[in-house]
Nanobody, 124 residues
Framework: QVQLVETGGGLVQAGGSLRLSCAAS????????MAWFRQAPGKEREFVST????????FYADSVKGRFTISRDNAKNTVYLQMNSLEPEDTAVYYC?????????????????WGKGTLVTVSS
């Protein structure tokens, strides 16, 4: 079992930055592929970014490529999402997810564990 807790959400003006953190419980964090998803009001949950178990491979949704950076610190059991040049369209609840499979996937149905989310609001 893995428990995930997201922090770092909040209100920011357009063009600003936020860094989300996801702390994971358990001794096997380093073996999981990690990902971030988001869900805006009235919309389906969508993929944002994913990172391999060792941190050497990453993948981003086109909508955030060049603005967001995913990273992980396996010694701290934590995955991060640095979000720059935020836009009002980035407003959503951001969820951290873990996947036992080592291939990078963007389908939320392929994730095994989820956090409860943290709200990011970007004002124009």
């Amino acid at each position: 079992q893995v428990q995930l807790v997201e922090t770092g959400g909040g209100l920011v003006q357009a063009g600003g930055s936020l860094r989300l953190s996801c702390a994971a419980s358990g001794r096997t964090f380093s073996s999981y592929t990690m990902a971030w998803f988001r869900q805006a009001p009235g919309k389906e949950r969508e993929f944002v970014s994913t990172i391999s178990w060792g941190g050497g491979s990453t993948f981003y949704a086109d909508s955030v490529k060049g603005r967001f950076t995913i990273s992980r610190d396996n010694a701290k059991n934590t995955v991060y999402l640095q979000m720059n040049s935020l836009e009002p369209e980035d407003t959503a609840v951001y969820y951290c997810a873990a996947r036992r499979r080592h291939d990078l996937g963007s389908d939320p149905r392929g994730m095994d564990y989820w956090g409860k989310g943290t709200l990011v609001t970007v004002s124009s």
